[in-house]
């Protein structure tokens, strides 16, 4: 699995054309019932390994971005004056807005805004 993960992954589309020009296609039609339950469970098969590989190829390329943004606003913060403590609490702040669950949203939403709010004054009043 680790083969697919680092190449370019054809769509469907594009794996058809190449099972045509590679002449699969007519080979399979000539197939009996029983060999083309096998070729399809095979296909199969194989499109769920593709699949698994977008996946975790989409979900690391989201967490590095996420990573970076994060170290980013951590810099900026600290640069701003803001205490070891208050950047944890940042962080979840961060992580509450851009990592959003359907069920939660809108509470997480209220929160991070009035953490967000509650951070500020503080180093206003430090200033």
Known sequence: MSETAN???PNRRQRRAAMKHQGILKMKSKLSLK????????????GNEIHTANLENADQA??????????????????EGYT?????????????????????????KKVARK?????????QERS
């Not at 989201?62 to 640069?79: P, V």
């Open 62 to 79: 989201l967490s590095a971005k996420l990573e970076e943004l994060e170290s980013i606003k951590m810099s900026q913060w600290k640069e």
């Open 35 to 46: 060999d083309w339950l096998e070729v399809c469970k095979k296909t199969r098969e194989k």
């Open 84 to 108: 070891d403590k208050e950047i944890e609490q940042l962080r979840e702040v961060f992580a509450m807005t851009m990592v959003k669950d359907k069920s939660t949203w809108h509470t997480d």
């Open 7 to 9: 190449q370019t992954i």
């Open 115 to 123: 953490t967000l709010k509650e951070l500020r004054l503080k180093l």
